[in-house]
């Protein structure tokens, strides 16, 4: 049961195949994985304070590779709530439907 939890996470949170190179009739999974938004959080919390000129450019080459706009994190991080607690009562609702069956 991981594996079709897991892989879809890693395809479509762009950690190991860009975005781009999903067809663009599954891209709008990216959306519903909660890793894309716990990887762009990574990303902003690693390379936001780069330093010097050369190594600023290089972090905002990463961020713009990775689709990762440092002033959303607080975005990214409501995004994650809400993807917590709709899964969350979705699963309660389907343990409740469930449980009816067996009562």
């Known amino acids: 049961l991981l594996p079709l939890v ?7 949170a762009g950690f190991f195949v860009s975005i ?15 890793l894309t ?14 330093g010097d000129a050369d190594a600023q ?3 905002d080459e990463i961020f713009e590779r990775n689709s990762v706009d ?5 975005l990214y991080w409501g995004i994650l709530v809400a993807l917590f607690v709709v899964f969350r009562c ?4 389907a343990l409740a439907i469930r449980a009816k069956h067996y009562l």
């Open 37 to 50: 938004y716990s990887i762009r959080l990574a990303v902003i919390g690693e390379f936001s304070s780069c």
């Open 57 to 59: 450019e290089t972090c």
């Open 70 to 74: 440092p002033d959303d994190s607080g």
């Open 6 to 12: 897991l892989v879809p996470q890693l395809l479509f």
């Open 90 to 93: 979705a699963a309660m609702a």
């Open 20 to 34: 781009d190179n999903i067809p663009s009739w599954l891209q709008w999974a990216q959306y519903l994985c909660a």
